[in-house]
């Protein structure tokens, strides 16, 4: 059994792409997308991942005046 249809979840879900910090990234990652799929509750700060903040005017704003703060 496994991630498949038919399997015991209809789910699939990946994670990929955390470039060279994904040693650091991946568990922290890895537990949002497992709280994520099972529905359980997600911490406050899940919403900062969500593609939808480009639309927020609050967010954009902050992105302009960001300044170079080598941020990932």
Known sequence: MG????????T????????GFGVMAACAAGELLAAHVTGAALPGYAPAFLLSRYQDPAYRALLQN???????
Do not use: K, M, N
């Open 3 to 10: 991630l498949s249809p038919g399997g015991w979840c209809s």
């Open 12 to 19: 699939t879900a990946i994670l990929g792409a955390l470039s």
């Open 66 to 72: 960001w300044g170079d703060t080598q941020q990932l």
